[in-house]
């Protein structure tokens, strides 16, 4: 993955899909945190796509009961690494995506202003493939090579960001897959 670049705020490598879930950040140029969310639709089933339907505003709520629930969320991730480790991207980095709602990193609130948001197709107990942890390590060793505001060690899970509210990544998720 050495050859992976990002070009105006897209990864050159990724499959991308617009998200207009997204706005414009208070500080372009502050992208100082990397959040680490997991995802799956419906909970615990991989593949299906309805991960990209839900971050279009496209999930068709008569698909499935949990659908019918969060169908009208106005919800996005910068990436998302699916199973296979497949990445799509729906929104270019400098610009603030909606993944961690209410949340503070060391005090600060509104982590969204300041945060890049990756979606792990997993849940808090299936940990994710080597493939994903693979891909994984890679990009967040390219974002803070391109980023000089990020440092190596502000990546977080969505859980640290908001207790007591989310779980994720939740106790699958294996840290130590992405020491360098
Ligand atoms: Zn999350």
Known sequence: MSDWTIQNGVLQQAEYIHSPNADVRPDPNDISLLVIH?????PGQFGGGHVQSLFTNTLN?????????IYT????????????????????????AWHAGKSAYKGRERCNDFAIGIEMESTDDSGCTAEQ???LKGIVQLLVEHYPLLQPDALVGHSDIAPGRKTDPGAGFDWGQLQV
């Not at 997991?38 to 419906?42: D, E, F, K, T």
């Not at 296979?84 to 603030?96: D, L, M, W």
Request: net charge positive; hydrophobic share 40%; proline share 10%.
């Open 73 to 96: 969320l106005q919800v996005s991730s910068h990436l998302l690494i699916e199973r296979s480790g497949k990445v799509i991207q729906f929104v270019p980095f400098h610009q603030r």
């Open 133 to 135: 942890y693979r891909v």
């Open 61 to 69: 709520p008569e698909l499935h009961p949990f659908f019918r629930e």
């Open 38 to 42: 997991n995802i799956s639709l419906p």
